[in-house]
């Protein structure tokens, strides 16, 4: 039935039912019409959410779970579980200490964090430039170039052609080899362009008539504004460069300039282990080969687990806002 409240005037004075529309069920037996998300939860769908969410946690957290109690685990425990451990009887950090003390591990972490400061770097410069460029409409030659990234989406040159043009130019067994293969993004470049169009015409508009120049306006005005989708964007390139081992398997022979996920490869898929004092201590039975892969899974895993957290906050936004209204 409908209320008193649900009636307002019109500028004429005749009062209009503003109430939403009832199905002839509901006229019948004197119910509302309500959204199905505005009903109260039942007791078995908030069980089923609850059962859910702890089974996704488990999925997630019990691999880590397994992978860090076995890199803690010596010898002895681990043969007695037959190899991942799952429960921890003693607890010694020998492998992140044989990891840790200077041998190709700790190069190949270096290189790993000199790679993605570096390339995060290069390519959110890149990226930004470009996406700036084309998010102005009366740039030069702007929905050509648009075209033309955008089709790089779908066709691409493919390995060999790749492969030869980079040993071609001199980047092989270089570090820009790791770096400028993979540097650019056109997903990224859409989401930043994207943003970037969403910033106020009139704030771009009154910076020109104090006569700002296109740095100044991407610099003071557009960049201070897209904080959330620049910290989202570089998070994907950083978490890329610090995962790549692919570029480093193809153009890299110096076993030096390894980066970390190049090691990790070479222990699980090889089991080949560094020379060393570290492979002397896994040959002579002081260190479980288990242990050092496990070990190094979770030093690969910890630069991404803690950066995440600090990025989560913008990832809605500056993922959502730049996708929709881009």
């Known amino acids: 039935m409908t209320t008193l409240l649900d009636l307002e005037k019109t500028p004429g004075g005749w009062p209009v039912d503003t109430a939403p529309a009832r199905t002839p069920l509901q006229r019948l037996l004197g119910t509302e019409q309500r959204p199905a998300w505005e009903d109260e939860p039942t007791k078995a769908g908030l069980a089923f959410k609850g059962f859910g969410l702890v089974a996704i946690c488990a999925v997630i957290l019990v691999p880590i779970w397994v992978v860090v109690v076995t890199s803690l685990s010596d010898t002895k425990a681990i043969n007695d579980a037959g190899g991942l451990v799952v429960w921890p009887k003693s607890i010694t950090f020998v492998a992140y200490k044989e990891l840790l003390s200077g041998g190709a591990v700790t190069r190949a972490a270096m290189v790993s964090i000199g790679l993605t400061v570096v390339g995060t770097v ?14 102005r409409r009366d740039s030069i030659a702007h929905r050509p170039l648009l075209m033309t990234l955008m089709a790089t989406m779908f066709f691409g040159a493919g390995l060999i052609p790749t492969y030869l043009l980079v040993t071609g130019i001199g980047l ?12 650019i993004s056109v997903f990224n470049i859409l989401v930043l362009r994207g943003f970037f169009m969403d910033t106020a015409p009139e704030l771009i508009d009154a910076a020109r008539i104090d006569g700002a120049g296109e740095w100044r306006i991407l610099l003071q ?103 929709v209204k881009g």
């Open 172 to 183: 092989s067994n270089s570090y820009w080899s790791m770096i400028l293969p993979s540097a």
């Open 122 to 135: 290069f390519s959110m410069v890149i990226s930004i430039l470009c996406a700036y460029g084309l998010s």
């Open 221 to 323: 005005i557009v960049m201070p504004l897209s904080r959330a989708v620049v910290a989202v964007i570089s998070l994907f390139y950083a978490v890329g460069y610090w995962s790549q081992w692919f570029n480093a398997m193809l153009y890299i022979q110096d076993s030096d300039k390894y980066p970390l996920q190049m090691i990790l490869r070479q222990l699980v898929l090889a089991h080949q282990v560094p020379p060393g004092a570290m492979g002397a201590a896994v040959s002579s039975g002081q260190i479980n080969s288990l242990a050092v892969q496990m070990a190094v899974m979770v030093l690969a895993l910890i630069p991404v687990a803690l950066l995440s957290p600090f990025v989560q906050k913008h990832f809605q936004k500056g993922m959502l806002t730049g996708a």
